[in-house]
Protein backbone atom coordinates (compact mmCIF):
# COMPACT_ATOMS: atom_id res chain seq x y z
CA UNK A 1 0.00 0.00 0.00
CA UNK A 2 1.76 3.43 -0.75
CA UNK A 3 2.23 5.73 1.92
CA UNK A 4 -0.44 8.83 1.82
CA UNK A 5 0.35 12.06 2.02
CA UNK A 6 0.52 13.90 5.33
CA UNK A 7 1.26 17.51 6.64
CA UNK A 8 4.79 16.00 7.42
CA UNK A 9 5.44 14.67 4.17
CA UNK A 10 4.43 17.75 2.40
CA UNK A 11 6.52 20.16 4.71
CA UNK A 12 9.12 21.04 1.58
CA UNK A 13 5.93 23.04 0.40
CA UNK A 14 5.55 25.32 3.59
CA UNK A 15 7.95 27.96 2.45
CA UNK A 16 5.24 28.16 -0.58
CA UNK A 17 2.02 28.64 1.12
CA UNK A 18 0.02 31.82 0.69
CA UNK A 19 -1.07 34.03 -1.91
CA UNK A 20 1.68 35.19 -4.42
CA UNK A 21 1.52 38.27 -7.14
CA UNK A 22 2.78 37.05 -10.41
CA UNK A 23 5.04 38.66 -12.99
CA UNK A 24 7.32 36.97 -15.79
CA UNK A 25 8.15 37.06 -19.22
CA UNK A 26 8.41 34.25 -21.85
CA UNK A 27 11.22 34.30 -24.23
CA UNK A 28 11.55 33.95 -27.79
CA UNK A 29 11.04 30.75 -29.38
CA UNK A 30 9.64 28.40 -32.32
CA UNK A 31 8.71 31.56 -34.39
CA UNK A 32 6.71 32.80 -31.14
CA UNK A 33 7.38 36.26 -29.59
CA UNK A 34 7.87 37.09 -26.27
CA UNK A 35 5.70 37.57 -23.34
CA UNK A 36 4.63 38.99 -20.13
CA UNK A 37 2.92 37.30 -17.54
CA UNK A 38 0.95 38.34 -14.79
CA UNK A 39 -1.41 37.71 -11.89
CA UNK A 40 -1.74 35.52 -8.78
CA UNK A 41 -0.10 32.10 -7.51
CA UNK A 42 -1.79 30.80 -4.23
CA UNK A 43 -0.89 27.58 -2.27
CA UNK A 44 -3.13 26.24 0.55
CA UNK A 45 -2.96 22.87 2.58
CA UNK A 46 -6.53 21.25 1.55
CA UNK A 47 -8.07 18.05 2.89
CA UNK A 48 -6.58 18.11 6.19
CA UNK A 49 -3.30 19.21 5.05
CA UNK A 50 -2.66 15.76 2.90
CA UNK A 51 -2.25 17.85 -0.23
CA UNK A 52 -1.59 21.10 -1.39
CA UNK A 53 -3.87 23.19 -3.83
CA UNK A 54 -2.22 25.67 -5.99
CA UNK A 55 -4.42 28.11 -7.86
CA UNK A 56 -2.98 30.86 -10.41
CA UNK A 57 -5.19 33.15 -12.27
CA UNK A 58 -2.53 34.86 -15.07
CA UNK A 59 -2.57 36.77 -17.81
CA UNK A 60 0.48 35.38 -20.91
CA UNK A 61 0.31 38.29 -23.06
CA UNK A 62 -3.17 38.81 -23.83
CA UNK A 63 -4.72 35.02 -23.17
CA UNK A 64 -6.35 34.26 -19.81
CA UNK A 65 -4.96 31.16 -17.73
CA UNK A 66 -6.55 29.83 -15.04
CA UNK A 67 -4.85 26.89 -13.37
CA UNK A 68 -5.70 24.34 -10.78
CA UNK A 69 -3.15 21.57 -9.63
CA UNK A 70 -3.02 19.08 -6.59
CA UNK A 71 0.77 18.62 -5.10
CA UNK A 72 0.80 15.32 -3.43
CA UNK A 73 3.76 12.83 -1.92
CA UNK A 74 5.15 9.83 -3.40
CA UNK A 75 7.30 7.47 -0.64
CA UNK A 76 7.99 4.92 -3.11
CA UNK A 77 10.09 7.62 -5.56
CA UNK A 78 10.52 10.47 -3.02
CA UNK A 79 8.59 13.06 -5.47
CA UNK A 80 5.98 15.18 -5.19
CA UNK A 81 3.21 14.66 -8.12
CA UNK A 82 1.52 17.82 -9.28
CA UNK A 83 -1.74 17.05 -11.53
CA UNK A 84 -2.55 20.32 -12.96
CA UNK A 85 -6.00 21.11 -14.92
CA UNK A 86 -6.58 24.82 -16.93
CA UNK A 87 -9.45 26.50 -18.56
CA UNK A 88 -8.96 25.14 -21.50
CA UNK A 89 -9.16 21.63 -20.56
CA UNK A 90 -5.23 20.76 -20.16
CA UNK A 91 -4.14 18.20 -18.04
CA UNK A 92 -0.50 18.44 -17.19
CA UNK A 93 1.34 16.14 -14.89
CA UNK A 94 4.86 17.17 -13.27
CA UNK A 95 6.72 15.57 -9.97
CA UNK A 96 8.99 17.74 -7.95
CA UNK A 97 12.06 16.75 -6.08
CA UNK A 98 13.28 18.85 -2.93
CA UNK A 99 16.89 19.96 -3.19
CA UNK A 100 16.41 21.94 -0.22
CA UNK A 101 14.29 24.20 1.66
CA UNK A 102 13.87 26.71 -0.63
CA UNK A 103 14.49 25.45 -3.88
CA UNK A 104 12.42 22.56 -6.13
CA UNK A 105 12.84 21.24 -8.77
CA UNK A 106 9.87 20.44 -11.32
CA UNK A 107 9.90 18.14 -14.05
CA UNK A 108 7.44 17.12 -16.55
CA UNK A 109 6.84 16.49 -20.34
CA UNK A 110 8.95 18.15 -22.09
CA UNK A 111 9.11 21.43 -19.61
CA UNK A 112 11.21 21.65 -16.15
CA UNK A 113 11.56 24.47 -13.66
CA UNK A 114 13.75 25.48 -10.77
CA UNK A 115 12.02 27.46 -8.14
CA UNK A 116 13.77 29.48 -5.33
CA UNK A 117 12.38 31.14 -2.42
CA UNK A 118 14.39 34.06 -0.89
CA UNK A 119 15.81 33.73 2.51
CA UNK A 120 13.66 36.38 3.38
CA UNK A 121 10.07 34.13 2.51
CA UNK A 122 8.76 37.05 1.10
CA UNK A 123 10.18 36.76 -2.94
CA UNK A 124 10.72 33.82 -5.52
CA UNK A 125 12.02 33.29 -8.57
CA UNK A 126 11.03 30.73 -11.36
CA UNK A 127 13.42 29.35 -14.60
CA UNK A 128 11.54 27.22 -16.97
CA UNK A 129 13.06 25.38 -19.47
CA UNK A 130 11.32 23.70 -22.35
CA UNK A 131 13.02 20.96 -24.64
CA UNK A 132 10.80 20.64 -28.26
CA UNK A 133 12.81 17.53 -29.49
CA UNK A 134 13.59 15.21 -27.08
CA UNK A 135 17.07 16.19 -26.25
CA UNK A 136 18.28 20.20 -26.20
CA UNK A 137 16.51 22.38 -23.25
CA UNK A 138 16.03 26.19 -24.21
CA UNK A 139 14.87 28.85 -21.27
CA UNK A 140 11.19 29.35 -21.88
CA UNK A 141 10.09 31.75 -19.21
CA UNK A 142 10.81 33.86 -15.71
CA UNK A 143 8.91 34.29 -13.24
CA UNK A 144 9.34 36.48 -10.22
CA UNK A 145 6.73 36.20 -7.10
CA UNK A 146 6.30 38.59 -4.00
CA UNK A 147 4.64 37.11 -1.18
CA UNK A 148 1.14 39.40 -0.40
CA UNK A 149 0.55 40.31 3.31
CA UNK A 150 -2.26 38.60 4.78
CA UNK A 151 -5.14 40.60 5.54
Not at 26 to 50: F, H, N, Q
Not at 107 to 125: D, F, P, Q, S
Request: charged share 25%.
Amino acid sequence: MAKRATKSTLHAWNALLGTWATTGTTLPGRGEKAMTISGTDRYERVLGGAFILHTAQVRMGRKKVDVMEVISYDAATGTYPMHAFDNNGNITTMATRVVSKRVLHLIGNGMRAELVVATTGKTMEARWERCDDGWTWVPWMTMKFVREEKR
